[in-house]
């Protein structure tokens, strides 16, 4: 499944349970430009730093509800 299809279907079932979605894709881009803000370890995994903003926006989306 292409990945365009599963962010829709991710939106879709979120806007019908009423829930958040944290899309992180949509946060740092492509991985060249999350790499690029240090966000990194790897070509699939964040750092500290990825997961410390990961966590913060988490964070913030728990505490809108």
Known sequence: IPF????AAQRLVASE????VLDIHALWGTWAEAAAKGYMTDGIHPDDDGNLDMASVA???????
Request: with cysteine; net charge negative; aromatic share 20%.
């Open 4 to 7: 365009s299809e599963y962010e």
């Open 17 to 20: 349970e009423h829930c958040a």
């Open 59 to 65: 964070w913030e989306l728990l505490h809108r509800f």
